[in-house]
């Protein structure tokens, strides 16, 4: 199984972890992420399989909430 994280790559900075990293239901945490889309204004939408929601983060990688599917 792979891991239940986000990561935003940036070629000057490198990795930043977005999710929490550990799997789980709780906010900012996943359970096998499979897509993932980003907003003009930059928030990230992960669909987060294992939960039936998308989280949302912000651009900046913080927890913004989650939208049940």
């Known amino acids: 199984r792979g891991t239940d994280q986000v990561f935003r790559l940036d070629a000057a900075t490198g990795a930043t972890v977005w999710s929490s990293g550990t799997s789980g239901d709780g906010d ?12 003009l204004d930059g928030n990230v939408y992960v669909a987060d399989s294992g939960n039936d929601r998308i989280a949302v983060f912000a651009p900046d990688g913080s927890f913004v909430r989650n939208l049940a599917v």
């Not at 900012?28 to 907003?39: A, H, I, N, T």
């Open 28 to 39: 900012g945490q996943l359970d096998g992420p499979r897509g993932v889309s980003v907003d």
